[in-house]
């Protein structure tokens, strides 16, 4: 399996587009991978997961058609996390070479109602709705998407609605995604545990950095999942542990967090990063 992080940062991005705090101008001055934008993932060229306002940049940053793409995993609506103007192009004169007819987005119940009430205000040419296919997903019910056994966790984040994680299994390896969330419930954590395959990677949240709030993960909470994980068995020292979400109010530059997690062995993600697993 092959995953790309597409953004890599929390939810104003980093820098945030309006702060001048001392990390801002920072990672301004520094660039590189410091530089963080809105939340995305890539699985295989073919599986995405969210939809945020950055995608066109990202996928213009890394020569990707999303009219190749026709399946998307929404973790929740947060705005920096689901976007849905940007698919009032898919298709009629603004795409009229698609490869894939239908769009089929996944998430919670809010994902279609979002994209329809945003519509009725700003209607969507019938053309083009028709192709995008939404799908309501349920905790802990198990979906086949393009290949792919997908299972929608609880995450521990945002109460007024369903929020999900993933487990994405292509049936010789799983990723287990846990952003956005804070510490899983013991609920999740007691699913994640009996997964019948043992994880391959892991992307954690770490928003917190070194601070708390329950519905974000921080840095040491990472720490303890990650030793969590390989003594329940569900990971082992094969699993490519890997920390996104980063926020410029809890973290400083990327050499600073990548040393921070250097003895615990967990990656720190940026923008473009490539991870492969396998088992």
């Known amino acids: 399996m092959e995953i790309k992080i597409l953004g890599s940062g929390g939810g104003e991005g980093y820098p945030a587009l309006f702060c001048g705090c001392e990390h801002c101008n920072a990672a301004r001055k520094a660039g590189g991978k410091s530089l963080r934008s809105l939340s995305q993932t890539l699985i295989d060229g073919k599986l995405l997961i969210d939809l945020p306002p950055d995608t066109h940049m990202h996928f213009m940053q890394n020569g990707i058609n999303f009219g190749e793409i026709e399946n998307v995993l929404i973790t929740h609506v947060h705005d920096d996390h689901y976007c849905p103007n940007l698919l009032s192009t898919r298709g009629t004169d603004f795409a009229p070479v698609l490869r894939c007819e239908k769009l089929h987005v996944y998430g919670n119940a809010d994902v279609e109602r979002l994209f329809d009430g945003y519509y009725k205000l700003f209607p969507i040419r019938e053309e083009i709705r028709k192709n995008i296919v939404f799908h309501t997903l349920q905790p802990f019910e198990s979906v086949s998407i393009c290949g792919y056994k997908v299972t929608p966790l609880k ?3 945002a109460p007024e609605q369903v929020a ?3 487990i994405i299994d292509d049936g010789k390896s799983a990723l287990l995604y846990l952003l956005d969330s804070g510490y899983p419930t013991d609920e999740t954590l007691a699913f994640i545990k009996g997964y019948p395959r043992k994880f391959g990677g892991v992307i ?5 950095g070194e601070n708390y709030y329950v519905r974000h993960m921080n840095f040491e909470q990472d720490k303890k999942l990650k030793t969590e994980l390989i003594a329940s068995g569900a990971a082992d020292g ?8 980063i926020t410029h ?5 990327h050499g600073e967090i990548e040393e921070y997690f250097k003895d615990a062995e967990i990656a720190v993600s940026y923008d473009g990063m490539e991870i492969e697993i396998e088992n």
């Open 238 to 245: 094969n699993t490519r542990f890997t920390v996104a979400h």
């Open 204 to 208: 954690l949240d770490g928003t917190m």
């Open 164 to 166: 999900l994680n993933y």
């Open 249 to 253: 109010n809890h973290a400083g530059l």
């Open 155 to 157: 995450a521990n984040h």
